[in-house]
């Protein structure tokens, strides 16, 4: 799509005989893609800059002939335009079309080039076919096949041979002998990951692909790199010599990893899941995965799994039992519980990695059955109705923004968190969209974005005044008429602008946090907050994507209040994006798994979502909103049901029998640390191994298909709540997922409408049905230039529309122009600016700690994946230069971190962009950082020396890659690990 809205101009060329209208600026390779043309290629990739560097797109290509003298276009006796090829062939990639173009792809001269570019390509290329994983997905063995001359020139002898493989990284292997030097895996990690990490080493003969970074290929995309190499050149790890692609049967699923909802495949041999690829979706993932979501898929065949629901007998022990008798045991606590204590003595906390179906089940039996609104999740993003009402338009891609767009990250650290977004982020920057960044820790967005760094306890006024320079900014709109200040976007029409009256009240209540209050307080220069203000200004459009720090931090009700104010809402790239960390957060919230909100985020005392839940649900809870999830694990309830979410292993110190739970339910796929302290177990299925439904980011509704059959006797997550409450007399008996979700439909007015069948179609076998099928949907049946993909054809989901959007689509313009101008008051009424809690300020030594997030870390769903091990680091904590020369501490050495709610010992590392006074610790690594500060963003702390030089690598089991722009820490990768 038009990152500016405009349509492209289109050029009219001819291609073997075929007519075609393509966009100006498109290359000839492309254009006789879009016509139903073949032209065979290597280096090209649509989704790269073109280099013409392997020449197998070689074509003919005339123009239009003009009379040098007059001008004139040169015609025949039939008054056609003569069309004057030129006198050599050229490469299609990098030739563009022009109008009246006409391009020969099968001529003589064509396939002579083909087959001597084909001959010379496996001058030193093996004949392993037969051994190498790209065999049956190899667009080389295809277009030999189809192109090549049918025999070489050149003798064995005269081959080039290497050793194989030579890791090139500790996930992918190189076979040297079988590259083609189409440098796509160079050139991806250059352009689309923003990776510097892959280069050519040698020259001739001898060229091959080398890691110039330090750890090997340190990029969190290297898979990527596997799927666009058009040869075995590079292979990944974890399916090495593991099957025949003709031997998979791929099932589509939705990454589970992280919000933003790439579409992937499993593929699956003899019920086990050998590999993930990337399924295309434009709108999602396009066709690229991070290294977490490709490679982290070890959860499924773990050992370790539970496969038996647990109780604990009378000696204490959890010992296997039947469904039957743990459902009972269940059901006998609860009705206890809520005997004794009522049924807010029952409470319940959530993951954010369920899909909607079971978060939607587990809200209903606690709340409509149990009759208690202590329901919440965990980690939280979404508390209130902010995304709802301002969210970003449900057609917003955020890869297709550029150039007209402002793109803001609050407390996001968009690689480590969700890393394809940090892709499509990327993208966007490179198409034109102005992009700022505003946090407290560095990130590799910084690099090129307007980043505002905050002190941690005063993010607030940083946010603040960033609002308050783009609401009194002088701007130009798109087409370039000067707009007096205070006027802002009217989004109902479009270049236009209008006074708003809702911006002029938000202006005033922040008219102490204007640019210069930034001063002596921030890291950051006052006239970068203004010119920051000013891009938001001045663009079209404007799209707030925030993470759980933001949360935190309190600034959601600033975004919202700017989103309202000028109507940059519900339309596509403007409004509000919520990152959480989990795959399913922004659903989860959806289904209203938070205790004071119901599904579809109505208030719990809302008089119209009640009645509407009336007439799905046995009962209504009370309409005093619960408890939240700090509050029932520090012992607000007697009994506590926890789905999904491990409390304890986040938070060793967390002892829960301490804090008064008196009867712990545990649900799961292991026995965690939290399932440790339970007294009834129950065994999950793991996100392969079911069917169901995942929200994305941007508010999409997906399907995800089960891949495999489940492990032992675990049961879906939705089944098991629906046993629990047919114990309870609930006469509903959903008989598969997608009963659950039909009664979403009704129960959550945004998803009216959406069913299964409008998602994607059925699939119509079983996993236990397939066996050996002759090939999954890859290069074995079709050639094609993109690389290894799966093509889409399950279905792409639809995202729901916000009130105001729908409000928009059905045509009420009235009501567009009314939110845009003035009807955006309510969304900030009574708002005020957080007080800044003066964390920064100086207090002896102390240094502020804080807690952040890290991609590879030592969850369950990373451990279980044993060749994601080399990547999870050692704990560590990371300082400031000047911090670390104050303090004596040295690259490798070892503190001990003690903050007011605990102590923990970690590896020093010296990391540029990290502002003095402050420290960086991630937390999932076994340390409890967020305990040390006190449960908080963010606290105080001293640091003492425990080792002053690097410590020994015998003492952590696994070694320890450096965080972005630190000095490495990592073991040198051996063949033995590929």
């Known amino acids: 799509m038009a990152t500016n809205g405009s349509a492209p101009k289109l050029v009219n060329v001819m291609i073997d005989g075929r007519p075609a209208a393509v966009g100006a600026g498109t290359n000839v390779v492309d254009a006789a893609h879009a016509a139903g043309v073949e032209i065979p290629i290597f280096c090209h990739h649509p989704k790269l800059v073109p280099v013409g560097m392997c020449r197998m797109c070689l074509v003919e290509v005339g123009t239009p002939g003009v009379d040098p003298a007059t001008k004139a276009p040169i015609l025949d006796d039939e008054g056609a335009p003569v069309i004057k090829y030129f006198p050599k062939l050229m490469a299609g990639c990098t030739t563009v079309v022009s109008e009246g173009m006409h391009v020969r792809t099968g001529t003589p001269a064509v396939a002579e080039a083909r087959e001597a570019v084909l001959e010379f390509l496996l001058t030193s290329h093996p004949l392993d076919c037969p051994v190498c994983d790209k065999g049956g997905e190899c667009p080389l063995q295809n277009l030999t096949m189809r192109y090549g001359p049918g025999r070489s020139r050149f003798v064995w002898g005269e081959k080039f041979h290497y050793p194989k493989p030579v890791p090139v990284g500790p996930l992918i292997a190189l076979d040297r002998e079988r590259c083609v030097l189409c440098a796509r895996c160079i050139r991806f990690e250059d352009e689309i990951a923003d990776d510097q990490v892959l280069g050519f080493e040698n ?82 993932n396009e066709i690229w995965l991070c290294d977490k979501g490709r490679f982290g898929h070890g959860f499924t065949t773990a050992e370790g799994r539970l496969t038996h629901p647990l109780v604990r007998d009378i000696s204490g022990a959890l010992v296997a039992t039947t469904w039957d008798d743990a459902l009972t045991r269940v059901a006998e606590a609860l009705k206890r519980t809520v005997a004794e204590g009522g049924p807010a003595a029952v409470g319940g906390v959530a993951g954010a990695t369920l899909t909607n179906e079971d978060a939607y089940a587990f809200g209903r039996f606690l709340r409509a059955v149990v009759g208690t609104n202590n329901v919440d999740h965990r980690p939280k993003v979404i508390a209130d109705d902010s995304v709802h009402r301002f ?16 793109i803001v990250v609050v407390g996001l650290d968009a690689e480590a968190e969700a890393p394809v977004l940090f892709l499509s982020l990327n993208k966007a920057r490179r198409q034109g969209a102005a992009l700022i960044t505003l946090s407290t820790a560095p990130q590799k967005l910084d690099r090129h974005a307007s980043h505002l760094r905050a002190v941690p306890g005063s993010e607030a006024t940083l946010l603040a005044a960033l609002v308050r320079a783009a609401l009194e900014a002088e701007y130009e709109p798109v087409d370039g008429a000067s707009v007096p200040s205070g006027a802002l976007p009217n989004a109902a029409v479009p270049n236009a602008a209008v006074p708003s009256a809702a911006a002029r009240v938000l202006a005033d209540r922040l008219a102490d946090h204007g640019p210069a209050a930034v001063h002596g307080v921030h890291p950051v220069d006052p006239d970068a907050v203004a010119q920051a203000g000013k891009a938001l200004a001045s663009a079209g459009g404007v799209l707030w994507i925030y993470g759980r720090s933001a949360v935190d931090a309190g600034l959601v009700p600033l975004m919202a209040a700017y989103a309202a104010a000028t109507g940059q809402h519900g339309r596509a790239g403007t409004g509000l994006v919520a ?7 922004q659903g989860v919230a959806d289904m209203g798994l938070t205790p004071d909100r119901l599904p579809g985020h109505a208030r719990v005392d809302d008089a119209a979502a009640r009645e509407r839940l009336a007439d799905v649900w046995p009962s209504l809870p009370s309409s005093e909103p619960g408890l939240d999830a700090g509050a029932m694990l520090a012992g607000g309830v007697q009994a506590l049901y926890v789905l999904g979410t491990d409390p304890v292993g986040d938070d060793p110190a967390l002892d829960l029998r301490a804090n008064g739970v008196r009867t712990l339910i545990v649900q799961d796929l292991y026995l965690t640390p939290t399932a440790a302290q339970a007294d009834i177990v129950l065994p999950a299925q793991s996100a392969a191994e079911r069917d169901g439904t995942f929200t994305s980011l941007l508010r999409r509704v997906q399907r995800t298909y089960a891949a495999v059959d489940p492990v032992g006797h675990a ?3 939705w089944k098991v709540l629906r046993d629990l409450a047919a114990r309870y007399g609930d006469a509903e008996s959903f008989a598969a997922p997608s009963d659950v979700f039909d009664e979403i439909a009704r129960a959550v007015p945004a998803y009216a409408g959406l069913s299964y069948a409008a998602l994607g179609p059925a699939i119509r076998t079983a996993p236990t049905d397939i066996f050996l099928p002759f090939a999954p949907l890859t290069e074995a049946r079709s050639v094609s230039y993109i690389g ?27 009501a567009h122009e009314a939110v845009a101008a003035d009807g955006g008051e309510d969304a900030f009424a009574g708002y005020a600016v957080a007080a800044d809690d003066a964390l920064h300020a100086a207090a002896g030594d102390d240094l502020v700690l804080i807690p952040t997030a890290i991609l590879f870390d030592a969850g369950r769903l990373v451990a279980s994946s044993t060749v994601l091990h080399p990547l999870v680091p050692r704990p560590f904590v990371a300082f400031s230069p000047f911090d670390a020369l104050q303090r004596g501490l040295v690259e490798g050495g070892r503190v001990r971190v003690t903050g007011a709610g605990g102590t923990f010992e970690a590896e020093v590392v010296v990391q540029d962009g990290v502002t ?47 965080p972005s722009s630190s000095p490495s820490t990592t073991a040198t990768v051996t063949p033995g690990q590929i």
């Not at 990152?579 to 957060?585: E, Q």
């Not at 279905?795 to 009235?814: H, M, N, Q, S, V």
Request: aromatic share 4%.
């Open 391 to 406: 969210g970003a338009g449900a057609d917003t891609i955020v890869h297709a923004l550029g150039a007209g767009h402002a």
């Open 715 to 717: 049961r879906a997550d």
């Open 916 to 962: 003095p006074g402050t420290a960086l610790a991630p937390e999932s690594l076994g340390i409890a950082v967020r305990a040390a500060v006190g449960g908080e963003r963010a606290g105080r702390v001293r640091v003492e020396v425990v080792a002053a030089g690097p410590i020994e690598r015998g003492a952590s089991p696994t070694p320890a890659p450096r």
């Open 579 to 585: 990152v959480g960390r989990h795959a399913n957060a």
């Open 203 to 284: 020259r001739g003969r001898g060229m091959e692909i080398v890691s110039f970074s330090d750890p090997p290929l340190d990029s969190v995309f290297s898979g990527n790199t596997t799927d666009v190499c058009p040869v075995g050149a590079l292979t990944t790890a974890d399916f090495r010599f593991e099957s025949r692609v003709w031997e998979l049967e791929s099932r589509p699923a939705v990454c589970p990893h992280c919000a933003v909802g790439c579409n992937i495949g499993y593929d699956t041999r003899h019920g086990r899941v050998l590999r993930v690829m990337p399924r295309e979706h434009d709108a999602v």
């Open 788 to 814: 290894t993909r799966y093509e889409n054809r399950h279905g792409i989901g639809a995202a729901w529309l916000t009130p105001a959007e729908a409000t928009y689509a059905a045509g009420d313009t009235a």
